[in-house]
Antibody, heavy 117, light 106 residues
Framework: QVQLVQSGAEVKKPGASVKVSCKATGYTSTNYAMYWVRQAPGQRLEWMGWINVGNGNTKYSQKFQVRVTIIRDTSASTAYMELSSLRSEDTAVYYC??????????WGQGTLVTVSS | EIVMTQSPATLSVSPGERATLSCRASQSVSSSLAWYQQKPGQAPRLLIYGASTRATGIPARFSGIGSGTEFTLTISGLQSEDFAVYYCQQYNDWLTFGGGTKVEIK
């Protein structure tokens, strides 16, 4: 069955970077794109970026464009999201989700990133 | 950016009753509208896509309707496992999500 397994929780200091991984199993990862979505406490879900896992093309939300990088390792069926220059407002749960034509049909379990001095 | 607005923010419903949730888009998204259910500590789960098509394994008590800018999710005969937060999401122009409707036990 389709599974997206993310890396574990992280605690970072302001100004640092965080890299979250998302390993896909149960399907051919290069056949689907991937979104990264975050959920800050009390805030709505918001998309951060998207990667075409097949060719590596990316698209970033304007809000995160200067701070986020999404890459993939097709040999490991794994996508990565790196967010830099962290601030307290970046404390959130970060999700990867399989893109099925804009429909997020499978989600990772989420990775809590806490930014605190 | 397309803004998605959900109402009400909280809906108190008794088990067995019907819940009606609304979602409005700031501009037309055609039928590119999905609904998700999220329980505490869990990732969202896809319920409905294309405004009205149930995802695999979703019970028939969940139904969606709408197009353009107005959408509705109806849960008929609420069961205990249905008390959760529900989000709408448009995918006509990248993604945006609504603020959610919490369905709580009355």
């Amino acid at each position: 069955q389709v599974q997206l397994v993310q890396s574990g929780a992280e605690v970072k200091k302001p100004g640092a970077s965080v890299k979250v991984s998302c390993k896909a199993t149960g399907y051919t990862s290069t056949n689907y794109a991937m979104y990264w979505v975050r959920q800050a406490p009390g805030q709505r879900l918001e998309w951060m970026g998207w990667i075409n896992v097949g060719n590596g093309n990316t698209k970033y939300s304007q809000k995160f464009q200067v701070r986020v990088t999404i890459i993939r390792d097709t040999s490991a069926s794994t996508a990565y999201m790196e967010l830099s220059s962290l601030r307290s407002e970046d404390t959130a749960v970060y999700y990867c989700a399989r893109d099925n034509g804009g429909i997020l049909d499978h989600w990772g379990q989420g990775t809590l990133v806490t930014v605190s001095s | 950016e397309i803004v998605m607005t959900q109402s009400p923010a909280t809906l108190s419903v008794s088990p067995g009753e019907r819940a009606t949730l609304s979602c409005r888009a700031s501009q037309s998204v055609s039928s590119s509208l999905a609904w998700y259910q999220q329980k505490p500590g869990q990732a969202p789960r896809l319920l409905i896509y294309g405004a009205s098509t149930r995802a695999t394994g979703i019970p028939a008590r969940f139904s969606g309707i709408g197009s353009g800018t107005e959408f509705t999710l109806t849960i008929s005969g609420l069961q205990s496992e249905d008390f959760a937060v529900y989000y709408c999401q448009q995918y006509n122009d990248w993604l945006t999500f609504g603020g959610g409707t919490k369905v709580e036990i009355k």
